[in-house]
């Protein structure tokens, strides 16, 4: 018989019509159950303390130190789990967190300010792994499939029986590394910053920001490899280690990121009626993941991984400003009471991911980067936005105020692919490797959007 769609097939199962094509009623084509105990009870215990003190060494010269300890209590698992990684996850009782910070004015003026500061900060992981861990160890929560022309497969309308062993699909297993350690991120800058007049500031500085012990996951009942790529990539095609499981993903603490920026930031305060900033960062970071639990190319080697991360954009400059009219003469006082404020975006555009489209080792993981492309190798399109408001207030007497706006987001109506800090501009163009349309835009951010309203204060 011909093919048929999943619609007629319904319609054909509930009348009870024969397929020509196998003589029995029609059915459905698969069948997918899951059971077992959905109820998960379990609790988390934070322990922290920290010590801190503001010395002034000298009159130019301000010291701040402090030092923090975590521990983090981790639930217990199931102790009867098949896998004995899926029992437990072992407590980290070595989180010390130091951080110092200094500001020094030399000159008699005291227009120039120095400051400095290092610091460890700990993270509290994803809870939402622990609480997949707990239920996907491999006894606890099930799934049951089976073919509608299968011998035993449950009439329509039934459902299975899953008390029937046969039924059930080899469970994939959540499990935690044995050396398990809380994520942390190494904080670091210096700047200076200068009064060029009464009312303008400059700074200068630097920026370190790095990540250590990140989440990642690796699939470790992967088969034994039968080759490798071109490239040192191992190819997995054996049979699986542990045959009672299908997946079993172990979460690790290792990915690590690094982020270096240099910006300049030269600032106007409010002084008759106007206020600016602006503000200009080069910057450059590289990661072998994220540290969100997501896995990496090759399970063996995470650090084939490392090259720039997803929010890797070079240039970031912010323009921002206030103006409010200050007018004495009369014919113009009526402009006294207009509220302006602009800002404007600008950045070179963050990293694209180059994808095969096919799982090129063999290890489940789809869309893998092709032969010898390092990770978000390429760049997806810059940004530039103006968002801009204009208010007038209105006083009426000394409790009453009335404010009528308007604002427009992008008022330009600039058109930008909708790249941002957690995908980089992957997801918002054709990536995949050999296309002729790669980097085509596909997804954008908000065009044009103003808005007006009023506000009343009393």
Request: aromatic share 12%; glycine share 10%.
């Amino acid at each position: 018989r011909p093919a048929i769609n999943p619609l007629n097939q319904y319609l054909k199962t509930v009348s009870g019509a024969i397929d020509p094509a196998t003589g029995r009623p029609y059915t459905y084509t698969y069948f997918n159950e899951d059971g077992g105990n959905p109820k998960l009870t379990t609790s988390f215990n934070f322990l922290n303390f920290f010590a801190q003190d503001e010395l002034r060494l000298t009159p130019r010269l301000l010291l701040n130190a402090g030092i923090r300890y975590e521990a983090i209590l981790f639930p217990g698992f199931d102790p009867q789990a098949p896998d004995p990684q899926s029992r437990k996850v072992n407590n980290d009782y070595s989180d010390v967190a130091p951080r110092i910070a200094l500001t020094y004015s030399p000159g008699d003026r005291q227009k120039t300010v120095v400051r400095a500061a290092y610091g460890l900060y700990y993270d509290i992981p994803g809870l939402s792994t622990f609480y997949s861990a707990a239920q996907t160890n491999g006894v606890t929560f099930l799934s049951y499939q089976v073919a509608g022309a299968a011998a035993g497969a449950p009439v329509f309308p039934n459902i299975l029986d899953i008390a029937n062993p046969s039924f059930a699909v080899k469970p994939n297993i959540n499990a935690f590394d044995p050396n398990f350690h809380n994520a942390y991120q190494i904080q670091a800058n210096l700047q200076v910053e200068r009064e060029l007049t009464s009312d303008i500031l400059v700074t200068l500085g630097y920026l370190f920001a790095g990540m250590r012990h990140g989440v990642y996951t690796a699939e470790t009942n992967l088969g034994a490899p039968t080759g490798a790529l071109a490239d040192g990539r191992p190819v997995f095609g054996g049979p699986r280690p542990n045959t009672q499981f299908n997946q079993i993903n172990v979460v690790h603490s290792g990915a690590s990121t690094n982020f270096n920026g240099l910006f300049v930031n030269l600032t106007r305060r409010l002084n008759r009626g106007v206020e600016f900033g602006v503000n200009y960062t080069f910057s450059h970071a590289l990661a072998n993941n994220i540290g969100e639990g997501g896995a990496g190319e090759d399970p063996t080697n995470l650090n084939r991984d490392y090259g720039n991360a997803d929010d890797d954009a070079r240039h970031n400059l912010v323009l921002q400003g206030i103006l409010e009219p200050q007018i004495n003469e009369d014919k113009f006082k009526w402009i006294n009471g207009f509220e302006f404020t602009s800002t404007y975006f600008y950045n070179s555009g963050f990293p694209i991911n180059e994808v095969s489209g096919t799982d090129l080792n063999k290890d489940g993981i789809l869309n893998d980067r092709p032969l010898f492309v390092a990770r978000n190798s390429f760049r997806g399109p810059g940004l530039s936005e103006v968002d801009a408001q204009l208010m007038r207030n209105f006083n009426f007497v000394e409790r009453y105020h009335l404010s009528v706006f308007g604002a427009a987001e992008n008022l330009m109506n600039s058109s930008n692919a909708n790249c941002n800090t957690a995908s980089g501009c992957t997801g918002a163009v054709v990536h995949t490797a050999g296309a002729s349309d790669f980097g085509r835009v596909i997804s954008a951010r908000t065009s044009r959007n103003v808005q007006v309203g009023l506000k009343f204060n009393f």
